[in-house]
C-alpha cells in the first residue's frame, strides 16, 4: 500500500519533523526525512501509523528493511528501536556528539544505523555548536 499524503503529514507531525532514530530535525538535513516501515513490508507488515516512523535518509538507508540484528557477543537475536515501542531516553544517550546505546537494543541500532559514522558526528558537533541538536 502507498503511503498516502495524509498518512505522510500524520507520521511528520507526531515525530515533530524529527529523525525518530538519531533525532536530527528536519531543518538540519539537506535531504527530506522519509517515511520509515518499522517492519518491512515484504515481511507482512502493513502501511499503518503504528508500523511508521519518520526516519532520515542516512538512517533509513542504513536500516533498510532490517528490524533485529544479532548481537556479536551473546549471539542473541536483537529488535532494532522501534520508536512506536520503545523511549528514545530508555536505550540511548548523548556523549558528547556521539549517540550511544545504553541497552542491548541501543547498541545493535547504533550499529546498524551507523549513527557514530566520522560525518554524522561532525554534523552533530556542528549543529550542537548552533544549539540546534539534540
Ligand atoms: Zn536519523
Known sequence: M???DSLRKQVIQRA?????????HQDCSVYSHEVDHLIA???GCQTVLSNLALACLSCNRHKGADFA???PISEVITPLFNPRRHL????FMLQQAQIK???PIGKATVKILQFNNSRRILERQVLMAQGRYP
Open 101 to 103: 546505546g545504553k541497552t
Open 88 to 91: 528514545w531516553s530508555e536505550h
Open 69 to 71: 540484528t544479532i548481537d
Open 41 to 43: 513490508r515484504k515481511h
Open 2 to 4: 502507498k503511503i498516502t
Open 16 to 24: 515533530q519533523r524529527r529523525c525518530e532514530y538519531c533525532q536530527l
